[in-house]
């Protein structure tokens, strides 16, 4: 039962950090100053939340683990993110649909999570939550000017959604372990929250003068630890230090 | 961080007299100069250029720090760096805000950038190789920084010293978050040591050179300490900054690689002091000029980003103008549906 | 060179009871997004609770040539101040 709970919050948790590890790696490489200001302040926020998820995982494990042991020494098989936050940045269109995508699941992700039986997952949903709304705020008004700004702006976009939208049915999946973490007060169900996803989505896509795509090829694996390539890559990256001086303390 | 300071600043004027005498009066008498003042084209000359030198050395400053942001070897040290790479491009951004109000653009100074004709701290021209350095820069860099700075907080241009005051008020954190990575690597393995020291040995130089030439090759210096642009002369900053690194490097056992550094007691008016060994001006004056390691890289890196944003920035541009366009149709709309 | 940004100015109230204060300046395309980068750029430790942007070109200001004209004849006219009446201590506080 508790490894099923650990196995959900790391799910949780490693959708946070991947993503605010892929925000984090526009810092200094930014459209403009200002977007150079704002991506880094979602991803601290995202990394934030991840740092919380795992320490009270590593709390729950009892084994002693703690958030750096579950961020830097399990490898991409034990990765359990969804494929969507692993998608590398490609063109800031991409990385805002990206994160409204996550976001606006996020919103009502942890509005239910509020109700949640475990205080640490409680507090973290109020904090988010707020959090999350600006994210959907900033991220959205992005995707109506690209969607709605130059034809090139308006190609991208669309090609980003492309490229984006068949990870999406991911994020109302359900693992057996989110199912017991479910079941036991802990964490929300996925599923509903498709209606508040799209509710919530559809009114930017006609703003943003965007098609909802009705077909696509839906992709899925990550909470088994199946991953696109790109994920190796990233925690290669983001290990290798960690990984070279074992035991040693930063 | 830190610009350089005055490199190719040109203070002279060609105002009469009385005009000159009247401006330096007000400086004399501790009056801030704001925006839209009577200034001399000089003074406004060199501001623009120190500013401008100043933040672009914040933005280009963002890359070294940044290159190890995605292999930060823990959690609490990732967030810590992203938070303070992030606090940089703020910190630029505050500049290049205070160098507009004296009638430049920033995408003019942005060209300058890009162009290779605006100058940025030859510090951000080395390369950072191992996670030290990420400690090491926090800790002389920007410790360098802050002692250029402080007295920054009371330049005469209101705008810039305002400016300055709120970077060292979020700078505070930025030199203890380096000093504390560096006294945890010297507290660690021997690979950690040797990884502090190694930094230790490639960033104590350049931190020095941070404070530019000596008093006596610095041009134009006078002008700028006459109008209070500058307040403390290249010399006495550099002398103050190794006397306060000097025993840090002590107290984490690591060695500052100057083989002449010793204790003077008439250094600081017989207060005593570090005399350092000399400096390889010719290597300053290399990295400044265009010759570093990673100069080339440093505007490439800038150049893609701007490059591959421009997009963006038109975009935002085009929805800015059908909004406006939409909201002006609309008003037009009410005003006739109300007659 | 590069089209130029509309530059904004940025007004914070570090906490209600306070007025906006101006804290410096952004670009930004238009207003939305002026207000979201005036909260990244200059709100990161917490120091406001409200944000005014407003277009730089909006803003009327006096020119510092008229100083003495505008500011100066104020100078003597020290009868609005309380120091200006004599009033005994024994009265107290007034």
């Known amino acids: 039962m508790s490894d099923a709970i650990v196995t959900a919050l ?167 372990a989110a199912q017991a973490a479910e079941a036991a007060g802990i964490l929300p169900g996925r599923a509903a929250l498709r209606t508040a996803w799209e509710a919530a989505l559809k009114p930017v896509f006609a703003e943003a003068q965007l098609d909802w795509p009705e077909k696509v090829w839906p992709q899925s694996g990550g909470r088994k630890g199946e991953h696109g390539e790109a994920l190796g890559h990233m925690l290669a990256e983001m290990q290798v230090i960690a990984r070279a001086h074992p035991g040693a303390v930063w | 961080m830190y610009s350089q300071g005055l490199i190719g600043a040109d203070g002279r004027t060609e105002e009469d007299e009385a005009f000159l005498a009247a401006f330096q009066a007000r400086i004399d008498a501790e009056e801030k100069i704001e925006p839209k003042d009577a200034m001399p084209e000089g003074y406004r000359k060199t501001l623009v250029r120190q500013i401008g030198q100043h933040a672009h050395s914040e933005i280009v400053g963002m890359l070294p720090e940044g290159n190890w942001i995605t292999r930060a ?40 950038l890009l162009s290779g004709k605006a100058k940025y701290s030859s510090i951000f021209n080395y390369p950072t190789l ?86 006596a090759e610095s041009a134009h210096s006078e002008q700028s300490m006459a109008w209070k642009i500058k307040r403390f002369s290249n010399d006495a900053l550099r002398q103050k900054f190794i006397d306060a690194t000097v025993p840090q490097a002590e107290f984490l056992g690591l060695k500052v690689p100057d083989p002449d550094m010793a204790w003077d007691e008439s250094l600081n008016d017989g207060k005593g002091g570090y005399r350092h060994g000399p400096i390889d001006w010719d290597e300053f004056w290399r990295v400044v000029k265009g010759g570093g390691v990673m100069n080339r890289d440093r505007i490439k890196a800038r150049r893609k980003a701007w490059d591959e944003g421009a997009w963006v920035r038109e975009a935002a541009q085009a929805h800015a103008e059908k909004r406006a366009a939409r909201r002006a149709g609309e008003d037009a709309g009410g005003k006739v549906a109300a007659e | 060179m590069a089209e130029a940004t509309r530059l904004w100015e940025v007004f914070i109230r570090p906490r209600n009871g306070l007025s906006h204060r101006h804290v410096g300046s952004l670009h930004a395309a238009d207003e939305v997004l002026a207000l979201q980068a005036a909260r990244d750029v200059y709100t990161r430790r917490g120091e406001g609770t409200s944000i005014w942007v407003i277009p730089s070109d909006a803003i009327t200001a006096s020119d510092p040539d008229h100083a003495a004209e505008m500011f100066d004849p104020t100078a003597d006219k020290i009868y609005r101040h309380p120091t200006f009446y004599d009033i005994p201590e024994d009265v107290g506080h007034m």
Not at chain 2, 170 to 188: D, K, N, P
């Open chain 2, 73 to 112: 070897p823990s959690l609490r040290r990732k967030a810590a760096l992203l938070a303070k790479v992030q606090d940089e491009g703020g910190h630029g951004l505050y500049l290049y805000s205070a160098a507009e109000t004296l009638g430049v653009t920033r995408e003019q100074m942005t060209e300058e």
């Open chain 2, 130 to 215: 191992t996670w030290a350095d990420i400690g090491t820069i926090g800790w002389l860099v920007d410790g360098a920084a802050i002692m250029n700075q402080i007295p920054l907080c009371r330049c005469s241009y209101g705008p810039y010293a305002r400016a300055m005051i709120r970077v060292c008020k979020e700078e505070s954190f930025h030199q203890r978050q380096g000093y504390e990575i560096v006294m945890t690597l010297a507290r660690g393995t021997e690979a950690q040591k040797a990884m502090a020291q190694d930094a230790l040995n490639r960033w104590w130089w350049p931190s020095i050179m941070m404070f530019g030439p000596h008093d």
């Open chain 1, 10 to 176: 790391l799910e949780l948790a490693d959708d946070h950090l991947v993503l605010g590890h892929r925000l984090s790696e526009w810092c200094g490489h930014a459209p403009m100053l200002e977007e150079d200001l704002a991506l880094p302040s979602m991803g601290l926020d995202l990394i934030g939340a991840a740092r919380v998820l795992y320490t009270r995982a590593g709390e729950i494990e009892g084994k002693g683990r703690g958030e750096d042991d579950f961020a830097y020494l399990r490898d991409e098989r034990a990765y359990r993110n969804c494929l969507l936050v692993e998608r590398p940045n490609g063109d800031f269109a991409q990385t805002m649909l990206r994160q409204l995508y996550f976001a606006a699941f996020m919103e009502p992700y942890w509005k239910a999570a509020l109700g949640s039986s475990d205080a640490v997952v409680q507090g973290l949903a109020a904090k988010a939550l707020k959090e999350v709304a600006y994210h959907i705020r900033h991220s959205a008004e992005w995707v109506i000017r690209l969607g709605d700004g130059t034809a090139e702006s308006a190609a991208r976009m669309a090609e980003a959604v492309v490229e984006l939208h068949g990870y999406t049915d991911e994020l109302f999946l359900s693992s057996e």
